[in-house]
């Protein structure tokens, strides 16, 4: 008997790691290892370089090994997205898996899925965001132009599936946990990320990840670190990834608040490889956000068994239990900082972190198969 067949369209190799490419690739050997046949679709060209914040698009890491990527749609073409369309439809796969992540990619993806489900194929959209965070023009056309486009719909936040249905009623959808990253490599000691790192041992590093942007409320953060009891405990803050907004009002922070000297600025991409040393070296992520729907930071905290502080927005609270697995606070920077002073003052992470092992369990891969196999069977 042949192997059923799927197909992921969406994000990458040989675009950089980011959240969505290092879940689609990991989804992919997730239906490996169940025994499917699996081909991504990627793009040829994903953003225009004058859309694009960062330093590049693309990855300088070796390619995923034992998987099938094709580089062939691009973002902006029409005749390219009928072209993918056909070819997909052609193939005539057992079933189709499209990642949504912003309005933009509505009218590619959006005329690809139409011409792909014209052949009886099911087609089900993972949607990270339906209104994204920094909303423009024309954001909530978009999406409904894409939302018209598949059979069923996969969140994994409650506040994208009330999105979703403000949009369309009928349609099947399933809201399901986010998977563990568990594709950084296995955890390092403290000692020894520490060590790769050129950073002294004497101090404990609350780690801030990610590409910068407003809405992730970096400002909150260097603020809470202001705060006079802070600054005489034996921590650091540990700010990485790549500014793609302007980074002046962030430097200025803390310029005014005399915190230099408790901030280590990293402003550049980190590669999959090096993400594990990030992660280990520190006793706390902490996630400031000022809006979102889910975020990949926090599976990828988990999976290193690192507890969180994060803000009550978005679906970040359906995933950290409060005062177990870290703690939920308000995007405020003075109830920031209260948490990050309990959390040091009476030595919680030792018993956070036991709590986030026995809890993630249930943050699976294979989960995620079993709840696209439901929506469609049900």
Same mark, same amino acid.
């Given at each position: 008997?042949?192997?059923?067949?799927?197909?992921?369209?969406?994000?990458?190799?040989?675009?950089?790691?980011?959240?969505?490419?290092?879940?689609?690739?990991?989804?992919?050997?997730?239906?490996?290892?169940?025994?499917?046949?699996?081909?991504?679709?990627?793009?040829?060209?994903?953003?225009?370089?004058?859309?694009?914040?960062?330093?590049?698009?693309?990855?300088?890491?070796?390619?995923?090994?034992?998987?099938?990527?094709?580089?062939?749609?691009?973002?902006?073409?029409?005749?390219?997205? @009928? /072209?993918? +369309? #056909?070819?997909?439809?052609?193939?005539?796969? &057992?079933?189709? =898996?499209?990642?949504?992540?912003? $309005? !933009?990619?509505?009218?590619?993806?959006?005329?690809?899925?139409?011409? @792909? /489900?014209? +052949? #009886?194929?099911?087609?089900?959209?993972?949607? &990270?965001?339906? =209104?994204?965070?920094?909303?423009? $023009? !024309?954001?909530?056309?978009?999406?409904?132009?894409?939302?018209?486009?598949?059979?069923?719909?996969?969140?994994?936040?409650?506040?994208?599936?009330?999105?979703?249905?403000?949009?369309?009623?009928?349609?099947?959808?399933?809201?399901?946990?986010?998977?563990?990253?568990?594709?950084?490599?296995?955890?390092?000691?403290?000692?020894?990320?520490?060590?790769?790192?050129?950073?002294?041992?004497?101090?404990?590093?609350?780690?801030?990840?990610?590409?910068?942007?407003?809405?992730?409320?970096?400002?909150?953060?260097?603020?809470?670190?202001?705060?006079?009891?802070?600054?005489?405990?034996?921590?650091?803050?540990?700010?990485?990834?790549?500014?793609?907004?302007?980074?002046?009002?962030?430097?200025?922070?803390?310029?005014?608040?005399?915190?230099?000297?408790?901030?280590?600025?990293?402003?550049?991409?980190?590669?999959?490889?090096?993400?594990?040393?990030?992660?280990?070296?520190?006793?706390?992520?902490?996630?400031?956000?000022?809006?979102?729907?889910?975020?990949?930071?926090?599976?990828?905290?988990?999976?290193?068994?690192?507890?969180?502080?994060?803000?009550?927005?978005?679906?970040?609270?359906?995933?950290?239990?409060?005062?177990?697995?870290?703690?939920?606070?308000?995007?405020?920077?003075?109830?920031?900082?209260?948490?990050?002073?309990?959390?040091?003052?009476?030595?919680?992470?030792?018993?956070?972190?036991?709590?986030?092992?026995?809890?993630?369990?249930?943050?699976?891969?294979?989960?995620?198969?079993?709840?696209?196999?439901?929506?469609?069977?049900?």
């Amino acid at each position: 008997m042949s192997k059923k067949k799927v197909i992921i369209i969406g994000s990458a190799y040989p675009f950089r790691g980011g959240g969505i490419s290092t879940f689609n690739e990991r989804l992919a050997y997730a239906y490996q290892e169940s025994g499917y046949e699996v081909t991504i679709y990627t793009f040829s060209l994903q953003y225009p370089s004058i859309f694009f914040p960062g330093t590049t698009q693309y990855s300088n890491e070796a390619p995923p090994e034992g998987l099938e990527i094709k580089i062939k749609i691009n973002s902006i073409n029409p005749f390219n997205w @009928i /072209k993918i +369309g #056909r070819e997909i439809k052609t193939f005539k796969p &057992d079933l189709v =898996i499209v990642r949504f992540w912003i $309005p !933009f990619m509505a009218p590619c993806l959006g005329t690809i899925c139409r011409i @792909i /489900k014209s +052949g #009886r194929i099911d087609v089900v959209a993972i949607t &990270d965001n339906i =209104i994204p965070h920094e909303r423009k $023009p !024309f954001d909530k056309l978009l999406a409904k132009y894409f939302v018209k486009s598949v059979n069923y719909f996969v969140t994994m936040s409650k506040s994208v599936l009330s999105d979703l249905e403000s949009l369309d009623k009928k349609k099947p959808k399933k809201l399901t946990v986010h998977p563990l990253y568990d594709n950084f490599g296995k955890p390092v000691s403290k000692e020894s990320a520490i060590k790769w790192l050129g950073l002294s041992p004497d101090f404990h590093y609350v780690l801030f990840f990610g590409f910068i942007r407003e809405y992730k409320g970096l400002d909150l953060l260097l603020k809470a670190f202001s705060h006079p009891e802070i600054k005489k405990l034996p921590i650091r803050l540990l700010v990485v990834g790549e500014f793609y907004v302007d980074s002046s009002s962030y430097l200025k922070i803390i310029e005014d608040n005399q915190i230099k000297d408790i901030v280590i600025l990293k402003n550049e991409f980190v590669p999959n490889t090096e993400v594990v040393y990030y992660f280990c070296a520190s006793s706390l992520v902490v996630q400031p956000y000022k809006n979102a729907t889910q975020s990949g930071i926090t599976q990828v905290s988990f999976h290193f068994n690192k507890p969180i502080i994060t803000t009550n927005v978005g679906g970040l609270s359906e995933i950290v239990t409060d005062d177990k697995m870290g703690y939920i606070v308000e995007p405020k920077s003075d109830e920031i900082s209260i948490a990050i002073l309990k959390y040091f003052n009476l030595n919680k992470e030792s018993v956070f972190t036991e709590n986030i092992k026995e809890a993630k369990i249930r943050f699976s891969w294979e989960t995620m198969i079993n709840t696209i196999d439901d929506l469609i069977k049900n």
